[in-house]
């Protein structure tokens, strides 16, 4: 599999780049959210790929960040989407939007997705709401602590949990940790990390 792509932007159109790696030209189709950022054309470009294989063609699709790629990769094991939704998808809301969307049921935000129904967006909130926490985890990611005074042990490791979740939406160290304090009264005794994570959303989105 091809995992990433570093090269020479040759073109970009609406929806793909060609890059030149080493003498080949590589034809990547991308996001909106990606065209929007590229470099001038011969700058210096790395893309996070996805290689899907159907049976008459090998199309690649490529990401300018981790984020972007983890979330289009999560949304193809959903039933019924496929590449072009994935791609719809990103093209129309960031990685974060689209998590918060997933956290707090907004079946309204998810139906603004060009080609996502009512149906299709239960479905996404159905199969991912359990995976949003995870949705971009990974090497490299900032890592945030749990709460002052939290105990440590296993309650203490579902904060830190919770908290790189929160860091894996774009959030800072300090905005998760503090967002985790103020959810504490609610959060129970023995929360769970999904709990956590959507109390923690919800004082953030309350800024």
């Not at 090998?58 to 990769?73: C, H």
């Not at 960031?94 to 009512?118: M, N, S, T, V």
């Not at 990974?138 to 790189?164: F, I, K, R, S, Y």
């Amino acid at each position: 599999m091809i995992a990433h792509l570093r090269g020479e932007l040759v073109t970009a159109t609406a929806d793909t780049v060609v890059l030149d790696v080493g003498g080949v030209g590589f034809r990547c189709l991308v996001p909106s959210s990606t065209r929007s950022r590229l470099p001038a054309t011969g700058a210096s470009l790395q893309l996070f790929t996805s290689l899907q294989v159907r049976e008459d063609s090998f199309t690649l699709y490529g990401f300018l960040t981790e984020a972007e790629f983890t979330l289009f990769e999560l949304l193809l094991k959903v039933d019924g989407i496929g590449p072009k939704a994935a791609l719809a998808v990103l093209s129309s809301t960031a990685p974060e939007a689209f998590r918060r969307a997933i956290a707090f049921e907004d079946i309204h935000a998810l139906c603004r997705i060009p080609g996502i129904g009512k149906k299709t967006a239960q479905r996404l909130v159905l199969e991912l709401k359990e995976k949003v926490g995870a949705l971009g985890a990974g090497p490299g990611l900032a890592v945030g602590g749990p709460p002052a005074a939290e105990p440590a042990g296993q309650a203490g490791d579902v904060w830190t949990e919770a908290a790189e979740a929160l860091c894996a939406l774009g959030y800072s160290r300090a905005e998760a940790a503090e967002a985790l304090a103020r959810a504490r009264s609610e959060a129970g005794e023995k929360p769970a990390v999904e709990t956590l994570v959507r109390l923690g959303l919800k004082q953030l989105f309350r800024g």
